[in-house]
């Protein structure tokens, strides 16, 4: 018995002209005459095995004859290089056997499907080539951020889901019953690994964060997975160059490995456009952003957040990533320090993806002086009897830093060209949606 082979395995070519032995999930079936070309899934990729009448036993020919879409298999046969085959290689099948027969009328078949009906069988729909991509391009993603920060000395470092003050304001935090007291599920990392770098340095999280968004948009998730760096004596400029670095380096790594560049040209991205994205990335002020909007017809207030808009008219001018810095203090959280120079505005910086995307990363620098914290505490009508702990760490040897929260599923919904958050993710959380 020939040892089990990965389909990605035979298609890089390992196996030309042996025997294997593959497992997986009938993934499409023809049949012609006699022979019946079996398209078969295993997790690595997927490959044509074709039977032929007169090459196994008859009660096997029937079988396949029979098989239902998605059944699990069992299959030999010899590889054989075919030009003609997706892939450039077929099984040729000498014997096959069920594991499993799936019910008849697999709910999704090849024709169109609405969006609804794809999210209420989101767990028969990840296994579609498109979303079968997009989640390996995604690991692919975090395999390299991870590489990056760990190969220049960020430590991984992990803080609580359940809290109990916010980072980023109370208009969306999910409140949890915690025993008798009300809970929340954590919008970001960010406070706590203000703690941590006096423990660790420079660290970094990827993590879930929640956000109990109230409005239906494209780039909205309830609960998002959130990749946070924080940085002891950086400034705004340190952690831009750091946001650049990092995102430089798994675009390329992902733009040089050729099943990956197979699986974004598939989706409809080129390479080339994502290598664009060089560093140093543009940088323009908040300021300059209201210019520009307001030179182009836009009508817009400073002192306001960006919104879908605005980010998306001025994502239209740059073909890569770009920083918008220095936004009003009142755009922005508590915690962003105020711009010595300039105190109406703060040292922060959003990263906005190219073509319409917007922003895929938040960040800039702390407050690190106990009294400016507690004046912008105060501002933004927060108690500071929440946040003692936070504000202890401005006592015990404090320092200027900076740090930044990067939205993977925004990122990927980038990378792999979506027109929906909702497929950078398996199993999306929205407005309305928690099933499956
Ligand atoms: O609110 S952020 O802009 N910033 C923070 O949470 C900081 N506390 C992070 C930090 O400095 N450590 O969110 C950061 C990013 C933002 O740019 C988006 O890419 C993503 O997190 N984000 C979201 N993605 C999907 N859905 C939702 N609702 C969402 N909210 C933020």
């Known amino acids: 018995m020939p040892k089990p082979a990965y389909i990605s395995e035979i298609l890089s070519g390992r196996y030309s002209n042996e025997e294997v032995f593959i497992r997986g999930w009938l993934h499409n079936k023809r049949s012609s005459g006699g022979i019946h070309f079996l398209i078969v899934r295993d997790g690595t990729g997927v490959i044509q095995c074709t039977m032929k009448k007169d090459k196994v036993d008859s009660s096997v020919f029937e079988e396949a004859k029979k098989l239902t879409l ?49 999210l209420d069988n989101r767990h028969l729909w990840i296994r579609s080539q498109k979303m079968q991509r997009i989640l390996r391009i995604r690991a692919e993603f975090l395999k390299a951020a991870r590489e990056w920060l760990d190969e220049n000395g960020f430590t991984e470092f992990h803080a609580p889901t359940l809290i109990t003050a916010a980072c980023e304001g109370g208009a969306t935090l999910f409140s949890v019953r915690y025993f008798d007291k009300t809970a929340y599920l954590t919008q970001s990392w960010q406070l706590y690994a203000e703690a ?180 912008r505490i105060k501002e933004n009508n927060l108690n500071p009897n929440d946040y003692e702990w936070y504000i202890d760490l401005r006592r015990w040897g404090s320092v200027p830093h900076a740090g930044f929260g990067l939205g993977v599923e925004r990122t990927i919904m980038w990378i792999c060209k979506l027109s929906h958050i909702r497929d950078a993710i398996a199993f999306p959380r929205l407005l309305n949606r928690v099933y499956p």
């Open 70 to 118: 998605e059944s699990t298999l069992e299959l030999m046969g010899v590889v054989r290089e075919d030009k003609r085959a997706p892939g450039g290689y077929e099984v040729h099948v000498s014997d096959l056997r069920v594991i499993n027969r799936a019910k008849d009328g697999f709910p999704i078949a090849k024709k169109y499907h609405g969006p609804d009906f794809l």
């Open 196 to 375: 941590a770098i006096a423990s660790l340095g420079k660290i970094y999280t990827i993590a879930p964060s929640f956000r109990a968004e109230k409005s239906k948009t494209r780039r909205h998730l309830t609960e998002f997975w959130h990749l946070e760096v924080e940085v002891p004596w950086c400034d705004l400029e340190g952690i831009m160059k750091i946001e650049e670095e990092l995102l430089f380096h798994v675009i390329r790594r992902l733009c040089e490995k050729p099943s990956t560049i197979r699986d974004l040209e598939a989706l409809g991205r080129s390479p080339s456009d994502l290598l664009k994205a060089e560093p140093p990335f543009p940088r323009i002020t908040y300021d300059e952003a209201v210019e520009i909007l307001n030179r182009d017809g836009i009508k817009f207030e400073w002192g306001n957040d960006l919104g879908w808009i605005e980010e998306k008219h001025l994502t239209l001018k740059f073909d890569k990533p770009f920083f918008v810095t220095h936004y009003p203090r009142r755009a922005k959280a508590f915690y962003h320090k105020p711009d010595p120079n300039r105190p109406e505005v703060t040292l922060s910086a959003d990263l906005l993806a190219p073509e319409g995307y917007g922003e895929i990363t938040g960040g800039g620098q702390r407050i690190d002086d106990e009294n400016e914290l507690l004046e």
